[in-house]
Structure formats: C-alpha cells, structure tokens
C-alpha cells in the first residue's frame, strides 16, 4: 500500500490549444502512454457524495487499484498493486478491494457491498517536469467523447495555482472551470 496527497491543478482544453501546447513543450503525441481507467460507483453515487472516486488503473499491463477521497487542499490516494486475475473479477462482476481500501471505504462510510463497476475511460498521457511540478497533457475517450486537458501536478498549493495560472496566461488560454475525469465520464453517460 502507498498512500499520497495529490495537489493539481486542471483546465479543459481545444484541440488546438492541446496541439499548440505539444509544440510549446516539444511533445509528441506518438510518445503518449496509454492508461485504461476503470471506474466503480454504486447506483447511488455514494462516493460522489463523499467527494471520492474509486478506480483500477492499467498502465505499461500493470494494474493500480486507487481510492481517492478529499483532503485540505489536495486529495489522498490510497493505491494498491493487484494482479490481473484479481482485475478481471472486479470488472466482472466480483469486486475484490485490497483491506487498505477496505479501511478507508468503510471509514466514508461506502456500502461497499453496492460498489459495481461503471466503465472505462482510456488516456493518452505525455508528461513533463517545469518549476517543481509535473505538468501533464492528456488526450482522454470515453463513451463517444474525446477531450483534451492540462494538468500540473504539485507540491504546495499557493505555488502551483500562481504557475499554473501562469502557464495558462503566457499560452493565451482561458480558465475553465474544470471536473475531473470520472465527473465527466459519469455526466456523459
């Protein structure tokens, strides 16, 4: 089990904006790594309620199962390793949750025993590293959707929102308000 406060900022972007922002950072989009987020929620939202999501990550044919639940300014991400037997019952039908997540659904008080898997969204995801953060582009499809996000990814809450801020302003891109990706992959269904 790792644990980790995740502090980001995000903003919706056109393609246009994506493919300027690429050039920028001299990025190219065949270096993209694939992700496959795979979501679980009961019928009744109750980890939407909670501010938390709960998801199986496949990256490089590894899988990361992961809670995500608010904390001050960031969210905590409980992470689990498990195997590929163990993912193909969760989307299945037969949710197996490592305990550490166990714990902390059952600390939120989630009726696990209603938790089902909803879906997939697939990323595309380049990164890179600027001014003490990790600054991310990601091309995301789900349903029939595809949109296109940035990221940045740090660890003081005051310096990210200014660099982010910043980054925005000298790329000539408006703020958006922004959900994040299971929002959205759940409002579009």
Same mark, same amino acid.
């Given at each position: 089990?790792?644990?980790?406060?995740?502090?980001?900022?995000?903003? +919706? +972007? @056109?393609?246009?904006?994506? *493919?300027?922002? =690429? $050039?920028?950072?001299?990025?190219?989009?065949?270096?993209?790594?694939?992700?496959?987020?795979?979501? #679980?929620?009961?019928?009744?939202?109750?980890?939407?309620?909670?501010?938390?999501?709960?998801?199986?990550?496949?990256?490089?044919?590894?899988?990361?199962? @992961?809670?995500? $639940?608010?904390?001050?300014?960031?969210?905590?991400? @409980?992470?689990?390793?498990?195997? $590929?037997? &163990?993912?193909?019952? &969760?989307?299945?039908? @037969?949710?197996?949750?490592?305990?550490?997540?166990?714990?902390? =659904?059952?600390? =939120?008080?989630?009726?696990?025993?209603?938790?089902?898997?909803?879906?997939?969204?697939?990323?595309?995801?380049?990164?890179?590293?600027?001014?003490?953060?990790?600054?991310?582009?990601?091309?995301?499809?789900?349903?029939?959707?595809?949109?296109?996000? =940035?990221?940045?990814?740090?660890?003081?809450?005051?310096?990210?929102?200014?660099? #982010?801020? *910043?980054?925005?302003?000298?790329?000539?891109?408006?703020?958006?308000?922004?959900?994040? *990706?299971?929002?959205?992959? #759940?409002?579009?269904?």
């Amino acid at each position: 089990m790792r644990k980790e406060l995740e502090i980001e900022f995000k903003n +919706l +972007l @056109t393609k246009l904006e994506y *493919k300027k922002l =690429l $050039q920028t950072f001299r990025l190219d989009e065949k270096d993209a790594v694939k992700q496959e987020n795979y979501y #679980f929620e009961t019928d009744h939202f109750h980890l939407k309620e909670k501010g938390s999501a709960l998801r199986i990550r496949k990256k490089n044919g590894k899988y990361l199962f @992961t809670l995500k $639940q608010p904390e001050g300014n960031g969210l905590l991400e @409980t992470h689990e390793t498990i195997d $590929q037997e &163990c993912f193909e019952h &969760c989307i299945n039908g @037969t949710l197996r949750l490592p305990l550490s997540i166990q714990h902390a =659904l059952q600390k =939120l008080g989630i009726p696990m025993e209603q938790l089902q898997y909803k879906g997939k969204l697939t990323t595309f995801r380049l990164e890179v590293k600027r001014n003490d953060s990790l600054v991310v582009f990601d091309r995301s499809r789900y349903h029939h959707y595809e949109d296109y996000e =940035l990221e940045m990814e740090v660890n003081d809450y005051e310096q990210g929102k200014y660099l #982010f801020h *910043k980054l925005l302003k000298e790329n000539n891109i408006p703020i958006r308000q922004t959900k994040n *990706k299971i929002e959205r992959f #759940f409002e579009s269904r």
